[in-house]
C-alpha cells in the first residue's frame, strides 16, 4: 500500500538488507530538531518509561561500588578495582584480565542493586527508543502491507505498526535515532543499540546493522551513517 503524507520535509528510506526486494519497504522519515530530540529524550527518561541515558562513567562507578560491597578486602579486589580504573582510561586488557572482569560483573549484576538499576535502565533504553524514534519521525510508507495511520499525538498509530516488520521497526527506528544526533549518538553515553553492562567487556559490543539508503532532497542517494 502506498501512504506517503505530501511533504517536501520527509525522506526516504529503506533497510539496507531489503533494497534488493522486488518492492522494498520504503519509509518517510521527518528530520527531527533539537527541542524535538530534547523531548524524546525526557520522554525517554521520564516516568512512563524510566529509560533515561545512561554514561559510562555511571556504570562504572556503580561496578566498583558493588565490587567494594560484595568482595572482601584484599589483593584481589584491589586488582579489580585496578582494573576498572585502567577500563575507565580505556587501556586495552588482555584476555586473563578480560575474563576476571566479566566474572565480576556476573557477580556484581546478580546481587549490587545500584549497578542491576542502570542495567534495567539500558535495557528498556534498547527496547524502547527505537519504537519511539519510529513511531514519532516516520510519517508514511509504501510496500508495506499496512495502511499508515497517526494517531492523535501525532505518531503512528499501533494498528498501523501491525504491518510493519520487526527487524524494519528496530533498524529504522535506529536510524531515526541516529539522524536525531547528526549522524551520531551522543558521545558520553552508551548507544540503546548496545547491550553490554561493563564497557568493552560484555555480552554484546557490536553495532546494529542500523544501515540502509535515503534520498536526500536533490534525488542522490545517500548511505546512512
Do not use: C
Not at 135 to 149: E, L, R
Amino acid at each position: 500500500m502506498t501512504d506517503i503524507p505530501l511533504s517536501t520535509g520527509l525522506v526516504p528510506f529503506t533497510p539496507a538488507y531489503r533494497e534488493k526486494e522486488a518492492k522494498p519497504p520504503v519509509y518517510m522519515i521527518k528530520p527531527g530538531t533539537v527541542i524535538e530530540r530534547e523531548q524524546l529524550e525526557a520522554e525517554l527518561a521520564g516516568p512512563r518509561w524510566r529509560a533515561p541515558r545512561v554514561f559510562v562513567f555511571q556504570e562504572l562507578d556503580a561496578f566498583a561500588n558493588g565490587i567494594r560491597a560484595l568482595l572482601p578486602e584484599g589483593d584481589d579486589r584491589a586488582r579489580l578495582l585496578e582494573l576498572v580504573e585502567h577500563r575507565r582510561a580505556g587501556d586495552e586488557l588482555d584476555a586473563a584480565d578480560e575474563a576476571v572482569l566479566l566474572e565480576a560483573d556476573r557477580i556484581v549484576m546478580g546481587a549490587w542493586p545500584e549497578y542491576q538499576m542502570l542495567l534495567e535502565f539500558k535495557s528498556r533504553r534498547a527496547h524502547i527508543t527505537p519504537l519511539l524514534a519510529f513511531m514519532t519521525f516516520v510519517k508514511g510508507w509504501k510496500n508495506v502491507p499496512s495502511t499508515y495511520a497517526a494517531g492523535m499525538d501525532g505518531r503512528v498509530s499501533e494498528s498501523a505498526l501491525s504491518g510493519v516488520q520487526q527487524n524494519d521497526l528496530r533498524l529504522v527506528g535506529l536510524h531515526v535515532y541516529n539522524l536525531l544526533y547528526a549522524g551520531g549518538q551522543e558521545k558520553n553515553s552508551v548507544s540503546p543499540s548496545k547491550s553490554e553492562s561493563v564497557p568493552k567487556i560484555s555480552r554484546s559490543a557490536s553495532k546494529s546493522p542500523a544501515g540502509g539508503k535515503s534520498t536526500a532532497a536533490d534525488g542522490k542517494k545517500t548511505r546512512a551513517s
